[in-house]
C-alpha cells in the first residue's frame, strides 16, 4: 500500500460517504428491483434514484440512462449497439488514434464484420480538429466516436464543437467520458452528444458500475439480452449496491465542480512547474491548457518508465507510464506514439494523476524525490546525450 | 510481480559503470523494445577480472544486468559463455513471463562483450 497514491486515473478509492450509502443494498434493501413486493419496489425506488443523480449531472433525463457494468461495456454497447442499428444507413465510424482500447478495440473488430473505421490523427498535444471529423464524414458514415478527454496524457477534446458538426451533418455522436466525468463540467445538451460512457470507480465510486447515456430517439442494438431490466436494453439482475454507489458518487463528485477542478489545476501545475525546475531533459506530454485538472504526464529522458515507477513505489508513491514495459507488449503506449514521440521518449513516460485527497504536502515529497530518482537511473543508463539519437527537436517535438 | 531478489538488485545494482580499458564491450537491444544494455569486461589470463553495466531499461533490465555482472565476474570466458538467461532469471527468484526478453539480453550482452574481445584477440594475432 502507497502512503501517497498518484494514479487516479487508473481507479480511485470508494469515498466513505458513498460507501455508507451502499451497504444498507447489501443486507438489508437487498430486494431484486424486479419483484412485486415491497422490498424489490424499495430496491427499484433506490435505482430510480440513482439515475436520477446521474442524469443531473450531465444534463440528462433519467430515462436516458443506462446502467452497466463500466466503462468498457458501455463504450462497446455504444459503438457495437449503433454500428448495428443503423447497418442499413451505411458502414463508416469515424474516430481517432489516441482513444481507449475499449473503443479502438471495438473499432478493429468492427472492421473484421465488414464496417469502416477512420482512424485519425492528432495533433502534437493530442487535439483532434471538428474540421478533421467533418472532412472525414461521408455518406456512410454512422457514427463518429471521440473520447471527452484523453485518459493518458490529459487532453480535452473540442467535444461541443463535434458534436455541432455531427448533428450538422445528422451522424450520431458517442463520447467517451470516463475521465471527463466529475473531473469537467458536462453537458449532453449543450454538447450535443447522442451517447457517452462513463465510470463509477473513475470518481470515488464502486467498480463493476457505469452508465451509458443515449440521447432520447436515438434506438442501439441491444449488446445483453435475456430480460426486461434497464428498459429491455441491457438484461441481468441490477447491480443494485454499485447502482446506489455511482449516484451517490457522481453527485458529489459533480458537487463545486469548478471550484475543486480549479483547485486541483493548480496543485497539477505546481507539480508539473517544480518538475521542469527541478529536471533537466523532461517534457510534458499533453497540452499546458485545457488538459485534466488532475492530469500530470512528462517524458524523462534517457530513462525507462517503468524503472522510475519501482524507485517512487519503493518511496511509498504510486504512479504509472505509458512504457511497454507496463503493458505486457513490447510496444508503449499508443497514444504517445501518436503525438508524435519515438519509441525511446514514449518508454520514458511518468504518469501522475492526482485525487481529491492529494495534498500540497505530497506534492512536495514527489518534488523532494523525483529528482534524485531520476539522476540515480540517468547515471545507471547506457543512454545519455551523447548515445540516444533523440536530438532536441524531436524529444520537445515544438512543445518547449 | 517481481520477486523480492530481482527488487534486491534493481535497488542495489552491482557493477554500475563502465571500464575505460576494457578488453571488450557489447551493446544489446534498442531503445524501439524500450531496453539497451551495454557491457564492459576485463579479462587478465583469460579470466574475467572486472565487468561493468550499464543498462537503459526496465527494472527487470537493470536487476538482470546486474546479476549477470556477479556471476560471471571471477570466470574464466569458456564458463562466462555458458551462462544462459535461464541461470540469471533462475538466480534472481525467477521473472514474471513478459519479461524474460530481459534476461535474454543479458546473456546476449555478455557474449557479446565475449566475441568483441576475443575479435580484439585475433586482431592483435
Redesign the interface.
Same mark, same amino acid.
Request: neutral net charge; contains cysteine.
Given at each position: 500500500m502507497n502512503a501517497i497514491y498518484l494514479d487516479n486515473a487508473a481507479t480511485t478509492a470508494v469515498s466513505p460517504a458513498v460507501l455508507q450509502e451502499m451497504l444498507p443494498f447489501f443486507t438489508e434493501h437487498y430486494g431484486n428491483p424486479s419483484s412485486v413486493h415491497s422490498t424489490g419496489r424499495d430496491a427499484r425506488k433506490a435505482i430510480e434514484n440513482a439515475r436520477r443523480q446521474v442524469a443531473a449531472a450531465i444534463g440528462a433525463n433519467p430515462q436516458e440512462i443506462y446502467f452497466t457494468a463500466g466503462g468498457s461495456e458501455s463504450d462497446n454497447w455504444a459503438i457495437k449497439g449503433a454500428a448495428y442499428a443503423n447497418r442499413k444507413k451505411g458502414n463508416h465510424i469515424i474516430t481517432t488514434a489516441i482513444e481507449h482500447h475499449a473503443v479502438l478495440h471495438t473499432c478493429a473488430w468492427l472492421e473484421k464484420q465488414g464496417f469502416e473505421v477512420t482512424y485519425l490523427p492528432v495533433d502534437r498535444n493530442g487535439r483532434v480538429t471538428p474540421e478533421q471529423i467533418e472532412a472525414a464524414i461521408t455518406d456512410k458514415t454512422i457514427l463518429i466516436t471521440v473520447m471527452t478527454a484523453n485518459n493518458e496524457i490529459g487532453t480535452i477534446e473540442p467535444i461541443a464543437e463535434i458534436g455541432r458538426v455531427a448533428r450538422e451533418h445528422k451522424v450520431l455522436f458517442h463520447t467517451d467520458a470516463v475521465q471527463a466525468v466529475g473531473a469537467i463540467p458536462l453537458d449532453v445538451q449543450a454538447m450535443n452528444i447522442d451517447m457517452l460512457s462513463m465510470s463509477g470507480h473513475k470518481f470515488h465510486g464502486p467498480k463493476g458500475i457505469g452508465a451509458l447515456y443515449v440521447r432520447r430517439g436515438i434506438r442501439i442494438d441491444t449488446l445483453i439480452h435475456g430480460g426486461a431490466q434497464e428498459r429491455g436494453q441491457r438484461a441481468g439482475t441490477e447491480n443494485l449496491a454499485g447502482i446506489v454507489g455511482i449516484g451517490k458518487a457522481i453527485e458529489i463528485a459533480t458537487e463545486n465542480l469548478e471550484e475543486k477542478a480549479a483547485k486541483l489545476s493548480a496543485m497539477r501545475d505546481r507539480l508539473i512547474d517544480g518538475i521542469l525546475e527541478r529536471i533537466p531533459d523532461v517534457r510534458v506530454n499533453g497540452p499546458r491548457d485545457g488538459r485534466l485538472p488532475n492530469n500530470a504526464n512528462i517524458s524523462v529522458r534517457?530513462?525507462?518508465?517503468?524503472?522510475m515507477l519501482?524507485k517512487l513505489d519503493?518511496a511509498g508513491i504510486a504512479a504509472s507510464s505509458g512504457?511497454?514495459?507496463t503493458s505486457?507488449s513490447?510496444d508503449?503506449s499508443h497514444v504517445l506514439l501518436a503525438i508524435g514521440l519515438?519509441?525511446?521518449v514514449a518508454?520514458g513516460s511518468l504518469r501522475m494523476t492526482l485525487g481529491s485527497d492529494t495534498t500540497d504536502a505530497e506534492i512536495d515529497k514527489v518534488l523532494e524525490v523525483l529528482p534524485e530518482i531520476i539522476s540515480g537511473l540517468r547515471?545507471?543508463?547506457?543512454?545519455n546525450r551523447e548515445t540516444?539519437?533523440?536530438t532536441d527537436e524531436v524529444f520537445y517535438n515544438g512543445t518547449k | 510481480m517481481?520477486s523480492d531478489k530481482v527488487?534486491e538488485h534493481?535497488?542495489n545494482?552491482r557493477n554500475?559503470g563502465e571500464i575505460e580499458d576494457a578488453s571488450g564491450s557489447g551493446?544489446v537491444g534498442n531503445?524501439? &523494445? /524500450?531496453?539497451?544494455?551495454?557491457m564492459d569486461i576485463k579479462v587478465e589470463d583469460g579470466i574475467i577480472t572486472d565487468v561493468k553495466f550499464?543498462?537503459?531499461? &526496465? /527494472?527487470?533490465?537493470?536487476a538482470t544486468s546486474s546479476m549477470a555482472t556477479e556471476m560471471v565476474k571471477g570466470k574464466s570466458i569458456d564458463e562466462a559463455l555458458e551462462l544462459t538467461n535461464q541461470a540469471v532469471a533462475e538466480a534472481l527468484g525467477g521473472l514474471p513471463p513478459?519479461?524474460m526478453?530481459c534476461s535474454m539480453l543479458a546473456e546476449q550482452a555478455i557474449h557479446a562483450a565475449i566475441q568483441d574481445y576475443q575479435k580484439k584477440q585475433q586482431a592483435q594475432g
Open positions: 534517457y530513462i525507462e518508465g517503468e524503472s519501482l519503493l512504457s511497454a514495459c505486457g513490447l508503449p519515438p519509441h525511446e518508454h547515471a545507471m543508463s547506457v543512454l540516444s539519437t533523440v | 517481481y527488487i534493481f535497488s545494482p554500475v551493446t531503445p524501439k &523494445c /524500450g531496453d539497451i544494455m551495454k550499464k543498462t537503459f531499461g &526496465c /527494472g527487470a533490465a537493470i513478459v519479461k526478453h
